[in-house]
């Protein structure tokens, strides 16, 4: 079983004991105050949410969406910890400490995000599985490793970010709580572990590199988590909220970026909402009482998020025993009372707003500008580390003058290490907003001059 004090451990990756109290801000608090200040976070504002490159304000960014997400989870946090807290006697702890600790964690569970969202991901993994020169470049990387690049993962991208670049002098990175690292780690596993056949939610993806599983595995030692095999433990119980928050989130507030942009009429966004509350009727009483239908749907929204929330808390505390215990692994709002609801709105997404052309157009563009970007570095930084930069072309040399010094190794010169070469370019490629990916790859061929 794993225990609530373990779970909830203030220290801090890269510090050997937690930090003394520093007044009225918790441990926890400063998580999110150190992630919302964090530059990761910040291009957030122009990484995709469903409409890449959008022209309208209204539309949510991955910065928008994290931030509501964060709200979110703060509040599955500070409802399932006023019972986790009674039921467990737990001292010098407030219901507001896990409402911190999942507030922190679901406003950064985008931060790993490339450029045009899970398309970005999908341009990554292709480019290194069907490129000729990816896929040689992968080939030079220890086996084990391979797959950090071949099935390429925005979450393990995230704890890198946090436990590695952001702040990289420090060891541990931005040095969050264990007990936020582990919320935040929806897939506790690198991408080469064995699990045998176990088919749960914490195994459908992976949640951190092979360069970042010592500090997962400080984060697990810590905060008690249970080994499922080498390499993959049972998820924190409060990621299964964080998961939730997003779920929540993108779910409902999708279908209302839907209908302000008009690929959803009314009826086909109030629907499923007023179906997640159970067609209470004091709310087609408040109904009659809004004119704007912009303003209907915005009322449903906020009704239907406090609804989900409710019952997913609800769901957390009914499977207490077996989330301490490992044998829980589904997402909470697979198995609320109004999960068909749910999946009718996520079923909605997928047939009518992901798949608009606005979106379509411009992530096919995406995955272009991705796998150009990645084409012209690899490619200059692979030429450079085998020839030198005597032997290299001037392409690829002037290439190598355009990357950052912090995406490459001592002197401005690639690292020595295949594997660490490689992850240097994911992470410079993957850190792009959207609009820099674009503008920089129309520059670098040709498309787009200075001056022109």
């Given at each position: 079983?794993?225990?609530?004090?373990?779970?909830?451990?203030?220290?801090?990756?890269?510090?050997?004991?937690?930090?003394?109290?520093?007044?009225?801000?918790?441990?926890?608090?400063?998580?999110?105050?150190?992630?919302?200040?964090?530059?990761?976070?910040?291009?957030?504002?122009?990484?995709?949410?469903?409409?890449?490159?959008?022209?309208?304000?209204?539309?949510?960014?991955?910065?928008?969406?994290?931030?509501e997400a964060a709200s979110v989870g703060r509040s599955l946090g500070?409802?399932?910890?006023?019972?986790?807290?009674?039921?467990?006697?737990?001292?010098?702890?407030?219901?507001?400490?896990?409402?911190?600790?999942?507030?922190?964690?679901?406003?950064?569970?985008?931060?790993?995000?490339?450029?045009?969202?899970?398309?970005?991901?999908?341009?990554?993994?292709?480019?290194?599985?069907?490129?000729?020169?990816?896929?040689?470049?992968?080939?030079?990387?220890?086996?084990?490793?391979?797959?950090?690049?071949?099935?390429?993962?925005?979450?393990?991208?995230?704890?890198?970010?946090?436990?590695?670049?952001?702040?990289?002098?420090?060891?541990?990175?931005?040095?969050?709580?264990?007990?936020?690292?582990?919320?935040?780690?929806?897939?506790?596993?690198?991408?080469?572990?064995?699990?045998?056949?176990?088919?749960?939610?914490?195994?459908?993806?992976?949640?951190?590199?092979?360069?970042?599983?010592?500090?997962?595995?400080?984060?697990?030692?810590?905060?008690?988590?249970?080994?499922?095999?080498?390499?993959?433990?049972?998820?924190?119980?409060?990621?299964?909220?964080?998961?939730?928050?997003?779920?929540?989130?993108?779910?409902?507030?999708?279908?209302?970026?839907?209908?302000?942009?008009?690929?959803?009429?009314?009826?086909?966004?109030?629907?499923?909402?007023?179906?997640?509350?159970?067609?209470?009727?004091?709310?087609?009483?408040?109904?009659?009482?809004?004119?704007?239908?912009?303003?209907?749907?915005?009322?449903?929204?906020?009704?239907?998020?406090?609804?989900?929330?409710?019952?997913?808390?609800?769901?957390?505390?009914?499977?207490?025993?077996?989330?301490?215990?490992?044998?829980?692994?589904?997402?909470?709002?697979?198995?609320?009372?109004?999960?068909?609801?749910?999946?009718?709105?996520?079923?909605?997404?997928?047939?009518?707003?992901?798949?608009?052309?606005?979106?379509?157009?411009?992530?096919?563009?995406?995955?272009?500008?991705?796998?150009?970007?990645?084409?012209?570095?690899?490619?200059?930084?692979?030429?450079?580390?085998?020839?030198?930069?005597?032997?290299?072309?001037?392409?690829?040399?002037?290439?190598?003058?355009?990357?950052?010094?912090?995406?490459?190794?001592?002197?401005?010169?690639?690292?020595?290490?295949?594997?660490?070469?490689?992850?240097?370019?994911?992470?410079?490629?993957?850190?792009?907003?959207?609009?820099?990916?674009?503008?920089?790859?129309?520059?670098?061929?040709?498309?787009?001059?200075?001056?022109?």
């Amino acid at each position: 079983m794993m225990d609530w004090n373990r779970l909830l451990s203030p220290r801090r990756l890269g510090k050997a004991a937690p930090d003394p109290s520093t007044g009225l801000r918790t441990d926890f608090q400063r998580d999110f105050d150190r992630i919302v200040y964090s530059s990761a976070f910040r291009r957030l504002q122009d990484k995709t949410q469903v409409f890449p490159l959008a022209q309208s304000d209204y539309v949510r960014t991955r910065l928008t969406h994290s931030l509501e997400a964060a709200s979110v989870g703060r509040s599955l946090g500070m409802l399932v910890g006023e019972a986790v807290i009674a039921r467990h006697g737990l001292k010098d702890l407030a219901p507001a400490d896990l409402g911190a600790i999942l507030g922190a964690a679901c406003l950064a569970h985008d931060i790993g995000n490339p450029p045009f969202g899970h398309l970005g991901e999908a341009a990554i993994q292709e480019w290194f599985q069907k490129s000729p020169a990816g896929w040689e470049a992968v080939e030079r990387a220890p086996l084990a490793q391979r797959r950090d690049f071949l099935e390429f993962e925005g979450n393990a991208q995230g704890f890198r970010l946090l436990t590695r670049l952001q702040s990289p002098d420090n060891p541990g990175g931005m040095q969050l709580t264990c007990a936020t690292l582990g919320a935040f780690t929806k897939y506790p596993r690198t991408s080469g572990a064995e699990l045998a056949g176990y088919q749960g939610a914490s195994v459908k993806k992976y949640g951190f590199f092979a360069s970042e599983l010592d500090h997962f595995a400080d984060v697990a030692a810590e905060t008690g988590l249970l080994a499922r095999a080498d390499g993959a433990w049972a998820r924190h119980p409060l990621a299964f909220l964080m998961e939730a928050a997003d779920d929540i989130c993108y779910t409902i507030v999708d279908l209302e970026d839907g209908f302000r942009v008009g690929l959803l009429a009314y009826d086909e966004v109030a629907g499923p909402l007023t179906d997640a509350l159970g067609g209470k009727d004091q709310v087609a009483v408040r109904l009659a009482g809004i004119r704007n239908p912009k303003e209907r749907i915005e009322y449903l929204r906020a009704r239907a998020i406090n609804e989900v929330v409710r019952q997913a808390a609800e769901c957390f505390l009914d499977h207490e025993a077996g989330l301490l215990d490992g044998s829980f692994d589904q997402p909470l709002v697979d198995l609320i009372a109004v999960a068909p609801a749910v999946r009718g709105m996520k079923k909605l997404g997928r047939e009518r707003v992901y798949v608009a052309p606005q979106v379509l157009e411009i992530e096919a563009a995406g995955f272009r500008v991705l796998g150009g970007l990645l084409e012209l570095f690899v490619g200059a930084v692979e030429e450079v580390a085998e020839k030198g930069k005597k032997g290299a072309s001037v392409s690829s040399s002037t290439l190598l003058r355009l990357l950052p010094p912090q995406f490459l190794g001592e002197n401005g010169e690639p690292e020595t290490d295949p594997y660490a070469r490689l992850i240097q370019l994911t992470d410079f490629v993957s850190g792009m907003t959207d609009s820099y990916a674009v503008s920089l790859y129309k520059k670098l061929t040709g498309i787009s001059l200075p001056g022109g």
